[in-house]
């Protein structure tokens, strides 16, 4: 099953390197960066599971894993910085949130900033929505995107590495299968033959057969 996934794939990227190679691969770096930004870390461990294959170059899997989360937390942070702040102050009796409240909130993500970023990258789960508020906070890009680089690099990092091996160990596990599936053909060939030998020396068996032949 897995050398058939492989197959496949292997086949797609020689149709899609048809023209230029180097420009083919080039494109296809460009596709792992957008779908890191989509879906970083499935994209992550298809691609590295890829390179460990021999299809792609893992270095520049990892660059593009790193670039694909980069962007994508930028695009989050810029959507809360150009989020309509002020016009929730207009309208705050209709929230229920006046101008303290959206101030506490504001000087909070400044103070805890880095802790909170650096909290929501590694459990992934909380870094959009802290992304968007630091956005809306207006935290300064020097101060939360050192902590996105070194954290998008350790997690990228990480990532491929988990990706890399975990198909290396599947496919040195499919081909342990396959001696061992080829090993036990030989032992049950070998049982047969033994047992049909050891079932034509019977003494019926061969009174039954001499007196088929007369």
């Known amino acids: 099953m897995i050398e058939q996934i492989l197959g496949f794939g292997q086949n797609f990227w020689a149709a899609l390197s048809s023209g230029s190679a180097s420009s083919a691969h080039l494109w296809l770096y460009v596709v792992i960066t957008l779908l890191v930004m989509v879906e970083g ?3 992550i461990l298809l691609a590295a599971g890829a390179s460990s294959a021999g299809f792609l170059n893992p270095l520049p899997v990892f660059i593009a894993a790193t670039v694909g989360n980069l962007i994508a937390d930028a695009l989050w942070y810029g959507l809360g910085y150009i989020g309509k702040i002020d016009w929730l102050l207009r309208r705050r009796g209709w929230f229920g949130v006046d101008a303290e ?12 900033a880095v802790k909170l970023l650096i909290f929501a990258k590694l459990t992934n789960g909380l ?10 906070a207006r935290v300064p890009w020097r101060k939360w995107f ?17 990706g890399y091996y975990m198909a290396s160990s599947l496919l040195r596990v499919q081909q342990g299968l396959r001696y061992a599936a080829f ?7 070998l049982a047969a033959s033994f047992y049909v030998r050891h079932l034509l020396s019977r003494k ?3 009174t039954l057969l001499d007196k088929a032949e007369q």
Not at 101 to 112: D, G, T
Not at 183 to 189: E, K, R, S
């Open 101 to 112: 409240k959206l101030n506490l909130f504001r000087q909070v993500i400044h103070q805890q």
């Open 146 to 162: 050192p902590i996105i680089l070194v954290t998008n690099l350790l997690t990228s990092l990480v990532m491929v590495a988990v």
């Open 127 to 136: 870094i959009v929505p802290v992304l968007i508020a630091t956005g809306l």
């Open 204 to 206: 019926d068996v061969v």
């Open 183 to 189: 090993a036990a053909t030989l032992l049950f060939l």
């Open 41 to 43: 870390p499935i994209s």
